[in-house]
């Protein structure tokens, strides 16, 4: 999404950190708050610390932190881009009327205890994560298999949740498949626009104690967290993924990440008529630059055949000079009929040259050009 920027000077921009949360902020600009941590380090502001906002909501004493001097060659103010986040600035009836279709009761994304009649993707996969590879603690089905990375343990309930996904989707008219490609190679196609995700579980990592010296990928063992994620794939600012948290699993949470679905397709439909505009715009501007280059082309051709034509004009006029030369220097009938040939010869060239139809026909060719 193309903005306009907006330039916010170094005191400015200090003066709102101190007066409301950064999230606040970062919401009215349109970015995310990762983003304006960044730009109070680029401009050297001191932000908030933790606790800060509570206690004043609460009526306690705060302390403000003073804004440094600047230094020579330091940035007094920033441009501020708003980012595509689809938490802040992306909506549409579209994704407004699946939330409350979301929202339903009827509609909850359910997961099931056992894996009976499960989805022809996911039975799949299933093989294939039996015949899989384990890298750094999680397993990987590779090509032909849904796109899961996670520990031995949490196989049976990966592809539980899968299950259940997928079907949902499908029931709400999107279509999932598996690519070829290696990589991303999950996909559901919503309103014509390919969105990639997976799922995951996160790992930690620990010195290997019976690692070999020699070996750089025996240093380390991953323990598998049991904490699941789904995760979209494609590129864009803003909330991507679901995870496991302290309270509820992610089965209590897949109709949240179709609305995530839902955003990152009305994102990637977005960006692609962005492209068509500037391939559009390219393709215009690569046109008209081809059209420049040719009617200079043409120019030069025309100017290259005037200074030809003028040139062969002047040698007429001179010849013509030579030729009433000889007449004044030769005997009576001498040369007469080579004068006349001479004469004729000079009169055909002339007359070419200076011949109204040629003009005429030279000036609506270089109309039309």
Request: charged share 30%; hydrophobic share 35%.
């Amino acid at each position: 999404m193309i903005t306009k920027g907006r330039i916010i000077t170094r005191k400015d921009l200090y003066n709102l950190i101190w007066s409301k949360p950064v999230t606040q902020i970062a919401k009215d600009f349109g970015i995310s708050d990762v983003a304006v941590a960044k730009i109070c380090k680029k401009l050297n502001i001191p932000k908030p610390g933790l606790g800060f906002w509570a206690k004043k909501q609460h009526g306690k004493r705060t302390r403000q932190k003073p804004l440094p001097a600047l230094k020579i060659g330091d940035p007094d103010s920033y441009t501020i881009k708003g980012s595509m986040d689809p938490n802040l600035n992306l909506t549409s009836e579209f994704i407004e009327n699946q939330k409350v279709i979301e929202r339903k009761r009827i509609n909850k994304v359910t997961v099931k205890q056992a894996l009976r009649n499960p989805h022809s993707l996911v039975q799949q996969s299933k093989l294939k994560l039996g015949e899989g590879y384990a890298y750094q603690g999680r397993y990987r089905g590779g090509r032909k298999c849904l796109d899961i990375s996670v520990g031995k343990d949490s196989i049976h309930r990966t592809l539980l949740i899968m299950d259940a996904l997928i079907k949902a989707l499908e029931k709400r008219g999107f279509i999932v498949s598996i690519n070829d490609d290696h990589r991303d190679n999950t996909s559901v196609m919503i309103n014509e626009e390919t969105i990639f995700f997976c799922i995951f579980e996160s790992s930690r990592q620990i010195p290997n104690p019976k690692r070999e010296i020699d070996r750089w990928e025996n240093r380390y063992e991953y323990i598998p967290s049991g904490r699941l994620s789904l995760k979209i794939k494609n590129y864009y600012h803003g909330q991507k993924s679901i995870s496991d948290g302290k309270i509820q699993q992610l089965e209590n949470k897949l109709n949240d990440f179709i609305v995530l679905l839902l955003k990152a397709s009305e994102i990637a439909k977005i960006r692609r008529k962005e492209r068509q505009e500037r391939e559009k715009e390219y393709q215009k501007r690569v046109k008209m630059e081809r059209e420049i280059a040719l009617k200079k082309q043409q120019e030069q051709e025309m100017l290259n055949k005037l200074f030809k034509n003028a040139e062969a004009w002047h040698k007429c006029v001179l010849v013509r000079q030579y030729i009433k030369a000889m007449k004044a220097c030769s005997s009576e009938g001498d040369l007469d009929s080579w004068i006349a040939w001479a004469d004729g010869q000079v009169d055909r060239i002339d007359s070419t040259l200076l011949s109204t139809n040629q003009w005429s026909t030279n000036k609506d060719e270089y109309l039309k050009k």
